[in-house]
């Protein structure tokens, strides 16, 4: 559990550096929303075209291992949009929860854990997940646009889905950098100084931010984020074990890596995302906190699990 706790702390650490700023004035009320546009505009995308433009095809076709996490992204990403729809008809709102869910902070956080709990072995499978998570992110961007748009005509709304996903800085980066790292070129080494500045800013600037919003709205936490906060702990490990292990037979190695990257709390993609559409946050925002508390409990047992796979 130890090290598990090094990871998550710095997490949990910088949502509370930004609430304890908000609460004593050290940060504005406006600094929430500059703060995200920063995050949004320039240093995730940043983060986003520096991690794809710096990984090659070959790491990442392991057909297997694609097939268990992705399903286990989509099954929760469903399950809890569907949910959600049936009780507020809000197509919108239920595809951020429906994110909120399925999102795991593989970047941040998968990462290093997976090398830390398997090895060198361990950062192919997180860096896949990655993309994974990347494709989650472009297939709710897809249904937000849907139901948003959902007083149009059908061609209208085509139209603007494709407008909206061709101009969302989001999706355009880790498109760009999977182009850029099929090329074999090499970056200007200034311009790429630059690009890595701009993305070390990304993670802690989106937590911070996160602090600020939850000392801005009501302390209560909603209901909802419960019940997210349990499909993204829970369930979505139990389904990528389920699909990894007795479906697929897959090596250890990669049954154990798939239930760990599942069993990741929910990223700041999500909120980040909902701050572009200037959509509600509260529930995503508890839902990041809720999962990065409750993660140091059910990742320390699932690498508990781990050591006898």
């Known amino acids: 559990m130890f090290y598990v706790f090094n990871v998550v702390f710095p997490v949990f650490a910088l949502i509370l550096i930004g609430y304890v700023c908000g609460r004593t004035g050290k ?14 505009w320039l ?13 090659s095809w070959q790491t990442l076709w392991q057909p297997g291992f694609i097939a268990a996490f992705f399903l286990s992204c989509v099954a929760v990403f469903i399950l809890v949009l569907i949910l959600t729809w049936v009780r507020s008809r809000d197509l919108v709102a239920a595809s951020f929860s429906g994110l909120s869910a399925s999102y795991s902070n593989t970047g941040y956080m998968g990462i290093p854990l997976c090398v830390l709990a398997l090895g060198q072995d361990g950062l192919a499978p997180a860096i896949i997940s990655t993309f994974i998570v990347f494709v989650m992110f472009a297939i709710a961007t897809v249904l937000i646009e849907v139901g948003i748009q959902s007083h149009k005509k059908s061609h209208e709304i085509v139209r603007s889905v494709l407008k909206s996903l061709c101009t969302n800085p989001l999706l355009l980066a880790p498109v760009a950098g999977l182009l850029w ?19 070390a800013a990304a993670t802690p600037c989106a937590l911070v931010s996160i602090g600020l919003f939850l000392m801005q709205k009501e302390k209560s936490v909603p209901q909802e984020a419960w019940g997210i906060s349990f ?3 829970i369930i979505q490990p139990l389904v990528a074990w ?17 239930v ?4 990741l709390p929910t990223g700041t993609g999500p909120f980040m995302l909902a701050q572009y559409y200037s ?7 508890r839902v ?15 690498l508990w699990w781990s050591k006898g796979v």
Request: glycine share 4%; proline share 4%; net charge negative.
């Open 27 to 40: 940060l504005g009320e406006s600094a929430s929303v500059e703060l995200n546009r920063f995050v949004v």
């Open 43 to 55: 240093a995730l995308p940043a983060q986003l075209f520096q991690f794809a433009s710096s990984s």
């Open 181 to 199: 790292s099929s090329t074999d070129l090499v970056l200007y080494d200034p311009l790429a100084q630059v690009i890595s500045f701009l993305a």
């Open 231 to 233: 499909a993204k702990l």
């Open 242 to 258: 389920l699909v990894a292990g007795p479906i697929l037979g897959l090596p250890a190695l990669w049954v154990s890596a798939a």
């Open 260 to 263: 760990m990257l599942a069993a």
């Open 279 to 285: 959509a509600d946050s509260r529930i995503i925002s």
């Open 288 to 302: 990041v906190l809720l999962t990065t508390i409750g993660s140091l409990l059910t990742l320390s047992l699932f």
